[in-house]
């Protein structure tokens, strides 16, 4: 159980029904499709979808109460004692939801964001603070307007940790996530170009970022990429703590050593740490954890065991076996400009390999700075790169720059996928390593799928 319909008419106090402290709801759910138990289902409107249109399979499927939106006639079908909380907007009635049952449960309130790295910082914060405290936190990337706050209604009651992920495209977004979810904590992990498209420039991301201060409780701990001169105007506030390469952070990460599937280093005046992911980016993600782990007095042992265990969500750097033993990098989950180069800077530094082979598809959301953007990805691309396709509409034009730079590197661009696969067949050995970056909406996850080795 999380509460009661009782409960639930401290909310929304306009209701009809059966209202009773017995009953119980055990989940909330918006997609009237799942079977769900003893659930509170709320009918979102979209574009092109009225939730409202399907509460009779809402009730079928487990549903034992609704949110209605009131200027729409209630279902003939939906019986008197059936409990109704009526609202005059189920979206915000969704968001009053989670942030009453966040005040209702109190946890520790952990809030990520940032434009690159935000979900692979919520999974080692979730490892690390999990070997200490009854935790919950963003599954996949549920964190959106709606995503989190079902995330939040999906707690336990025991949860004393909530750890939330915070993504955006525009103004205001991070400030009303913030606001319903409170947190304690906030981790903005860097400022990359995500979204430019819509916010004209870094600067701008920036500032959409550190909205996460308008929910920020009194005296919460803010933890920044300290290397970041964005970030610069809060770097000496009481409250903030940096972490990064620069000697002026008060974390200072040294001693970055990667060998075959994780990275070591060291922070300064402390101890060593693994971290079971490729990249000096991840020894970044990783310090954000490490620090967070500290405000939470979590030991240093039970800090490392909860770097080693991390269950990392998919399709970000993941190692994977592909025919004839090629070793591929499943890193189609999203791209921006700056993971896009942090990738390719790793498998610059993998040995072991004769061929390195980059398959790089568009980065979207760079709008009118997308083709000064792609090409910038370029400055990283030498040897020992050895090969670079790409797909897309923009991804040419790195390969146009690493031509004029890089003439000894094998440059090819694809309209097509199967075009793609062909050319890959003579590097489907086990002296080759693949990279594959873009978008998500590239679906390079396809591509892969027919390289990559299903069992053993």
């Known amino acids: 159980m999380i509460f009661t319909t009782k409960w639930l008419t401290t909310v929304f106090p306009e209701y009809q029904g059966n209202i009773q402290s017995s009953l119980t709801i055990n989940e909330v759910t918006t997609d009237s499709r799942v079977k769900t138990n003893h659930a509170l289902f709320i009918p979102l409107i979209g574009e092109n979808f009225d939730g409202h249109d399907h509460v009779r399979q809402a009730i079928d499927h487990g549903s ?3 949110v209605w939106r009131k200027d729409k006639p209630l279902p003939a079908f939906i019986t008197n004692d059936f409990p109704v909380f009526y609202v005059n907007d189920t979206l915000a009635a969704l968001q009053e939801l989670a942030l009453q049952y966040r005040n209702e449960i109190n946890p520790i309130v952990v809030g990520i964001t940032g434009s690159n790295g935000k979900t692979t910082t919520k999974d080692l914060v979730a490892s690390i603070v999990q070997t200490t405290y009854q935790t919950h936190f ?27 992920e915070m993504g955006m495209s525009d103004r205001k977004e991070i400030e009303r996530l913030a606001e319903i979810a409170k947190p304690d904590y906030a981790i903005i992990t860097n400022i990359g170009e995500s979204h430019i498209e819509f916010l004209g420039s870094r ?5 959409a970022k550190l909205e996460i201060l308008q ?31 620069n000697m002026h952070n008060d974390v200072i990460i040294e001693q970055v050593e990667m060998d075959s599937s994780q990275t070591n280093f060291k922070l300064t005046n402390d101890a060593n740490y693994t971290v079971p992911l490729l990249g000096r980016h991840h020894a970044q993600n990783a310090t954000y954890a ?8 979590i030991t240093d ?17 993941e190692l994977l076996c592909g025919d004839n033993g090629v070793t591929i990098v499943n890193d189609a989950y999203n791209a921006s400009p700056t993971s896009m180069k942090a990738a390719i800077e790793v498998i610059k530094q993998m040995i072991g390999y004769d061929d390195k082979v980059l398959i790089l598809g568009d980065i979207f959301e760079l ?35 690493v031509r004029k730079y890089q003439p000894q590197i094998l440059c090819e661009h694809f309209n097509s996928g199967k075009e793609l696969l062909k050319e890959l067949q003579p590097y489907l050995n086990d002296r080759t390593i693949l990279l594959f970056k873009a978008s998500r909406g590239m679906k390079l996850e396809e591509i892969v799928a027919n390289v990559q080795v299903t069992s053993h």
């Open 215 to 245: 929910g920020l409780k009194k005296n919460g701990i803010l933890i920044i990429d300290g290397d970041e001169e964005l970030l610069e105007p809060i770097r000496h506030d009481k409250h903030v703590i940096t972490c990064g390469f």
């Open 301 to 317: 042992q039970m800090i490392k065991k909860g770097l080693l265990t991390l269950k990392s969500t998919g399709m970000r750097f």
């Open 290 to 297: 490490i620090s967070l782990g500290k405000q939470l007095s």
């Open 138 to 164: 963003t599954d996949g990337n549920f964190n959106n307007h709606i995503g989190l706050p079902l995330t939040i209604l999906g707690m336990p009651r025991t949860t004393e940790v909530l750890i939330l």
């Open 203 to 207: 600067q701008a991301i920036a500032e």
């Open 64 to 66: 034992e109460a609704i």
């Open 367 to 401: 709008g009118d700075q997308s083709e000064v953007l792609h090409r910038s990805v370029a400055k990283v691309i030498e040897q020992p790169i050895t090969a670079v396709f790409t797909y897309g509409k923009h991804a040419k034009y790195i390969i146009e720059e």
